[in-house]
């Protein structure tokens, strides 16, 4: 599976910004999809995750309410849509698969194998 993530860029504090991630390949074996950020001298993040099949959605609390992750089953997108950006927000944001059934690993990035390179998200105060 290769995936590829855009909609990076800069916003200004409150405002929004749409990241796409577009897979290819062997899509069969994905089962959930998820977008984690890696802020600068900072550890890799959860974000958000969405399972293939069914539709599930799961959120980091520091997006939860503010966010939303989607998938186009005939695009094989998924998309992350966040709202009230902040400083906070600024990081390198991945989008990644996983090629079995996680459940309590979903914010893990262990659990995930496939990782698309990531897109910058720059949020000016």
């Known amino acids: 599976v290769q995936l590829q993530a855009s909609g990076g860029g800069l916003v200004q504090a409150g405002g929004s910004l749409r990241l796409s991630c577009a897979a290819s390949?062997?899509?069969?074996?994905?089962?959930?999809m998820g977008w984690f950020r890696q802020a600068p001298g900072k550890e890799r993040e959860f974000v958000a995750a969405?399972?293939?099949?069914?539709?599930?959605?799961y959120y980091a609390d520091s997006v939860k309410g503010r966010s939303t992750i989607s998938r186009d089953a005939a695009k094989n997108t998924v998309s992350l849509q966040m709202n009230s950006l902040t400083a906070e927000d600024t990081a390198v944001y991945f989008c990644?698969?996983?090629?079995?059934?996680?459940?309590?690993?979903?914010?893990?990035?262990?659990?995930?194998?496939?990782w698309g390179r990531g897109t910058l998200v720059t949020v000016s105060s």
């Open positions: 990644a698969a996983s090629n079995t059934l996680i459940t309590s690993s979903i914010p893990s990035a262990s659990a995930y194998v496939y």
């Open positions: 390949g062997r899509t069969s074996s994905r089962y959930t």
């Open positions: 969405i399972r293939w099949t069914g539709g599930s959605t």
